[in-house]
């Protein structure tokens, strides 16, 4: 379309800027000399060092990290089973409500089902720990997971799946050799999702972590309620880099392989 | 057997994680609060039986929420700032998808890209960035005071305002993203056709252009009141202690009171208020499906 | 009938490959096959034929294991497989979106059967080179699906379901995604293939041109249950019913009362003030039964004189020319309103045409061009 108007150019620069103003300003101030987050003293890199030596958040940084990968690749396995019954599996009895369940938590506030799974925990006397917080990770990322990948799946050209049983596979080999690899992508993605939503709560956290289990978002509020610290900004500003960093590149990989299979198809046609 | 397999593991976990767990929140609303471990009473026990367990059970904290002030009004205003928030993201958002889905062709991905990287950035460093904008020595006061707008500091943290600045900021990707991909959808001779036919292009947008993306308005609208409804971050690092809201309100009943009971019924509560938007949502979704069909 | 002819079906001794006996197929309350039985036999190339939602696709994936009939009973080789597991059948399909792997090249994907078997990699990369060469599509091996032309792709297709070297290779509108010229060109090679390999095929079409083309017998499907199972010459030439001359190719339908007037000629009286139709028709007739005559346009012949001799007779104006390059159709009008359609080839260049918009023109077809139906 070229009928984008100056409306449209000021809309985009005014959002824009409104997203993203604040994050340049919390990278820039990272760099601060100063101890005042609010007065510019000069360009320094030492809250950087600072945050390296602090033990407390390289400790709640494994831990987090531990959470992360336990419960998203659990949430994947179970999120990506939960799609395929969701597509495939037609109809069971309860089968409104495991849809239900799969919906529920995406909506569901975080302070609910963090109490809901705390006073569970409680009530089956778990240790509240990096296994509880892992659990509860995995329940509400699975949700997630399973939406991204049914969303792939029922775009899926089931005759793929029988060509394969035509072929001689057995249903498992059906799956792993022709489904999975064909629903990769979004299984990737699916599993990327959970890790960041991992990474990132903090409410269900709070509930379901003990003392022994302290995560970043955690270690983060309760630094960031005395009020801002250039730490936490070095902190944030690592964080942004690598989500910057990952985004930029999967976009661009994506949008290359978008390119080179257009190019392909178009000479396969004019080669007919 | 393999199909049973595949069903009932997540099934299995999610009635033991998810569904179970709402009806542990629904019992310990109906007990009361105890000087113990776990903090409330009854605990259910084989010896006594089930009667005498239900027996103990009853409504009182329901009621206790009713006479104290604190909450209804907690309820009442978490409703008005989602509420708001959510009219806010739709005035900047709309004209930010619409803007997206009009440009340059070659554009698009790295909008659409530019629009998913905050989604993927911490939800808590995004609400940290406002703090040291908006406080009283802050970047934004620096700014207005430098341009002479305003000679004294103003006060926007720890007020409402503050919390509709995060609202409106961290959600608005959630209403940008379902707007867009309606726009975009939208085909463009469309517009042409209604100009053809007389229509002024302001009185093509809201003729054409709004109600076709009115399955993207709604859908961004819900999927920005549901969880500001329950919002605790945003009101707990910048709404300070003159804003009241429920999951703020929940969490300290919580780790500060120590109420279990009483923390049990205000989620219920809250459950039972997010229903009816969570209803209607889902009941949209089908609707712009089918229209798909 | 000549001993050299291919026509096992006509042979009351020999075994069916495929025997499908009272299969019923219900889903929900939709019965998508009716009590059906039919027989499919060995080196055949058999079409299942309809319009969509006749059933004619349910047939064949119920030949596949992909779905199991409600009732009846389905043989392969004498055996009953409707226990049989997809996976472990004798039969391949080619599937109508291809189904082609797109994460595998098409060499991978000509192998992936092969694989499953577990045949040993010499004998495997000497078959599927056969497939290859058989399909023409050497050049192509190391490609994946989406680097090769829809032509090219249907080709790969059809190698992979032909190179477990199947007892029944199912074709599900294999020719559906191709434009008109290479449907033509590729009808021809299926055939050619089918020949070099023996093996049995069952297409599903809704394309009669296609099935005529390349069938040694056509199945006519309606509402899940066959009309009429003949060669295709027989199908055009004696179809069974008003459905089956319509649905294949062009007719005149003409509806009349019969009267016997000798052994097999009957007389047919359908319009007042017109001359009473003569026709034949080796089926009885009662006396004053309706009946529907049909005649195909290329039968009826045009002419601006009045013809001599001929056993049918009608005047009328011409309405319409449909130009076809080769032919042209008339639509000609008669006095009582009813319009019949004549073909002719164009010998003569169009500017020499005797007759045209609006001229008056003589119809006229022997007793037996058209057929005595009557249903």
């Known amino acids: 379309m070229n009928r984008f108007s100056w409306f449209n150019a000021v809309s985009l620069t005014f959002g824009f800027a409104f997203l993203y103003i604040p994050m340049i300003i919390l990278v820039t101030y990272s760099f601060n000399e100063s101890k005042l987050v609010t007065v510019w003293a000069g360009f320094s890199t030492k809250w950087y060092g600072e945050l390296f030596r602090d033990q407390a958040f390289l400790d709640a940084a494994w831990v987090t990290l531990r959470v992360a990968v336990f419960s998203s690749t659990l949430a994947t396995i179970l999120g990506t089973m939960a799609a395929y019954v969701l597509i495939r599996a037609g109809r069971f009895t309860g089968r409104t409500l495991f849809s239900g369940m799969i919906y529920a938590p995406l909506v569901m506030p975080d302070v609910i089902t963090g109490l809901a799974l705390l006073l569970l925990f409680i009530g089956v006397g778990l240790d509240r720990g990096v296994l509880t917080v892992v659990l509860a990770h995995t329940t509400f990322a699975m949700c997630y997971v399973s939406v991204v990948v049914s969303s792939r799946l029922a775009t899926f050209d089931q005759s793929l799946e029988e060509a394969a049983l035509d072929l001689g596979c057995s249903p498992a080999q059906a799956f792993r050799l022709v489904t999975l690899p064909i629903i990769a992508p979004a299984v990737i993605s699916g599993w990327l999702l959970a890790f960041t939503l991992s990474l990132d709560d903090l409410v269900i956290a709070s509930f379901t972590t003990g003392p022994s289990a302290t995560t970043l978002p955690i270690k983060i509020f309760s630094a960031v309620r005395l009020g801002v610290s250039p730490e936490i900004n070095a902190l944030s500003t690592i964080m942004i880099g690598i989500v910057t960093a990952g985004v930029i590149t999967a976009s661009v990989i994506s949008k290359r392989n978008m390119v080179r299979q257009r190019r392909e198809e178009q000479a396969a046609a004019r080669a007919q | ?293 | ?375």
């Not at chain 2, 889905?101 to 698009?108: D, M, S, V, Y």
């Not at chain 2, 056709?193 to 399955?215: K, Y």
């Not at chain 2, 709404?239 to 205000?266: C, Q, Y």
């Open chain 2, 1 to 293: 057997m393999r199909k049973f397999f595949l069903i009932a593991v997540p099934y299995a976990w999610l009635l033991a994680l998810f569904l179970i767990p709402f009806f542990i929140v629904l019992k310990i609303s109906l007990s009361d609060v105890a000087l113990a471990r776990p903090p409330y009473v009854p605990q259910f026990s084989w010896d006594d039986g089930i009667m005498a367990f239900l027996r103990d059970l009853d409504f009182e904290n329901f009621v206790f929420l009713t006479e104290d002030s604190l909450y209804w009004k907690a309820y009442l205003s978490s409703v008005s700032i989602a509420g708001l928030s959510t009219i806010l993201t739709l005035t900047i958002g709309y004209p930010l998808a619409y803007g997206m889905a009009r440009a340059p062709e070659e554009w698009r991905a790295t909008l659409m890209m530019l629009i998913i990287l905050p989604f993927w950035t911490s939800f808590l460093i995004r609400v940290y960035a406002w703090m040291g904008i908006l406080s009283q020595e802050g970047l934004l006061n620096q700014f207005l005071m430098w341009t002479g707008l305003i000679s004294e500091p103003l006060m926007i943290l720890n007020t409402p305002t503050a919390v509709y600045i995060g609202i409106v900021y961290t959600y608005l990707p959630f209403m940008v993203l379902p707007i867009y991909s309606a726009l975009d959808r939208m085909d463009g001779s469309l517009i042409e056709a209604a100009e053809d036919l007389g229509c002024s292009r302001l009185s093509a947008f809201w003729l054409v252009t709004v109600p076709l993306s009115r399955n993207g308005i709604i859908a961004g609208c819900f999927l920005v009141f549901i969880p500001a409804l329950g919002e605790f971050v945003i009101p707990s690092l910048l709404g300070g202690s003159g804003t009241l809201m429920i999951g703020k309100v929940l969490w300290e009943e919580f780790f500060s009171n120590r109420d279990w009971p009483v923390a049990s019924a205000v989620a219920v509560i809250l459950l039972l208020i997010l229903v009816i938007p969570i209803v209607l949502f889902q009941r949209n979704q089908q609707d712009a499906e089918e229209a798909a069909k």
């Open chain 3, 1 to 375: 009938m000549n001993s050299t002819v291919f026509a096992p079906w006509e042979d009351p001794e020999k075994k069916p490959l495929i025997r499908f006996q009272n299969v019923t197929k219900k889903f929900g309350t939709f019965t998508a096959i009716d009590n059906l039985s039919l027989d499919i036999y060995e080196r055949e190339f058999f079409a299942l034929l309809g319009p969509s939602g006749c059933g004619k696709t349910t047939m064949m994936r119920m030949l596949a294991g992909f779905e199991t009939p409600t009732s009846g009973r389905i043989e392969l080789a004498g055996k009953n497989i409707i226990p049989v597991p997809p996976n472990k059948r004798a039969t391949n399909m080619m599937f109508q979106s291809y189904a082609l792997f797109p994460h595998l090249t098409v060499w991978d994907n000509i192998a992936f059967g092969l694989r499953r078997e577990g045949m040993e990699k010499d004998k495997m990369n000497a078959r599927v080179e056969e497939m290859l060469r058989l399909t023409r599509l050497e050049r192509f091996a190391k490609r994946k699906p989406h680097q090769i032309s829809g032509g090219q792709r249907q080709r790969v297709a059809l190698a992979r379901s032909l190179a477990k070297a199947p007892t029944l290779l199912l074709l599900d509108e294999p020719l559906g995604a191709l434009d008109a010229k290479l449907r033509q060109d590729t009808q021809f090679e299926l055939m050619d293939i089918q020949e070099k390999t023996g093996t049995t095929f069952v297409i599903v079409t809704h394309d009669q041109e296609e099935a005529m083309t390349v069938a040694s017998r056509i199945a006519v499907m309606d509402e899940g249950q066959l009309i009429q199972v003949a060669t295709p010459d027989r199908i055009y030439e004696t179809p069974v019913s008003v459905y089956v001359a319509d649905f294949i190719g062009d007719v005149n339908i003409i509806e009349g009362k019969t009267t016997l007037i000798e052994d097999g000629q009957y007389q047919i009286d359908w319009a007042e003030g017109q001359m009473p139709l003569h026709a034949a028709s080796s089926q009885p007739f009662d006396k004053g039964q309706t009946c529907f005559v049909a005649i195909r346009p290329e039968k009826v012949a045009i002419s601006a004189e009045k013809p001599q001799a001929a056993d049918n007779i009608v005047q009328g104006k011409v309405l319409d020319i449909a130009y076809l390059g080769n032919l042209s159709t008339y639509h000609v009008e008669l006095a009582d309103g009813t319009i019949i359609k004549s073909q002719t080839a164009n010998t003569r260049r169009i500017a020499r045409r005797s007759f045209t918009w609006g001229d008056t023109v003589w119809l006229s077809w022997t007793a037996t061009a058209g057929v005595m139906l009557a249903r």
